[in-house]
């Protein structure tokens, strides 16, 4: 298993500034994703992050408005750039443990509740 | 990636067998078939994986026919603490694709 932690927990944030969320994990993982899951929604994935190679973004989602690093095999961040009150929601991460046949199990961090004003 | 039909919410009382089934109609040949449980403020926590037949854990079971175009979640005895939303999901390694969940209500 992995255990994950997210920082902030929740913020609120004024209109047109960005927060960068952080996700670290407990061990060294290849493949780590970041959701987004609005108010009594389910989760959209924005993107893959794989360490050393650029994050690949699902349709929808594009790189200058959710910048994401990954610098090692244990740390990600997620940037929300240009916030407005649509990107209220809540952010998390997951990672992927094993081979490919375990890549359907992942785990998850705790989420971090973004609210825009 | 296979799509995931699944009904939106189910009720239950303690100590009650719960099945939740999921239709997946066009599952690949190398899709696996997984459940997650999500409470409120939570991450998601996968639950159980299986490919083929019948899956058990500590926690449920997962049945899966002979065609994989469907599969069913089964819950033994649950409790109020079972109280969640469920989701079904194939896919072959990767990204996960969430569809609507199902939100079973466990009542006393």
């Known amino acids: 298993s992995a255990v994950i932690s997210q920082k902030p927990s929740r913020d609120i944030c004024q209109r047109g500034t960005s927060l960068t969320i952080q996700c670290q994990v407990d061990?060294?993982?290849?493949?780590m994703f970041w959701y987004r899951q609005q108010p009594g929604q389910s989760l959209t994935l924005i993107a893959t992050a794989n360490q050393g190679s650029e994050a690949t973004y699902e349709s929808g989602f594009v790189i200058d408005k959710f910048p994401i690093s990954r610098p090692n095999l244990t740390f990600s961040t997620l940037t929300v750039s240009n916030m407005s009150p649509e990107d209220s929601s809540i952010y998390l991460c997951?990672?992927?443990?094993?081979?490919?046949?375990?890549?359907?199990?992942?785990?998850f961090g705790p989420g971090t509740r973004l609210t825009v004003l | 990636l296979a799509k995931t039909t699944q009904p939106i919410s189910m009720d239950s009382y303690e100590g009650q067998e719960v099945n939740i089934t999921c239709s997946h109609n066009?599952?690949?040949?190398?899709?696996?078939i997984t459940w997650y449980q999500q409470f409120p403020s939570q991450g998601p926590r996968f639950i159980i994986q299986?490919?083929?037949t019948k899956v058990t854990n500590e926690v449920a079971s997962l049945f899966i026919p002979a065609d994989r175009k469907s599969s069913t979640l089964s819950l033994p005895r649950v409790s109020l603490s079972d109280t969640a939303v469920y989701y079904c999901l194939v896919g072959d390694g990767g990204k996960l694709i969430f569809g609507q969940g199902t939100e079973l209500s466990v009542k006393p």
């Open positions: 066009n599952i690949a040949t190398n899709d696996y």
């Open positions: 299986g490919y083929k």
């Open positions: 997951s990672v992927a443990l094993g081979g490919s046949s375990s890549y359907n199990e992942q785990f």
């Open positions: 061990s060294q993982v290849t493949m």
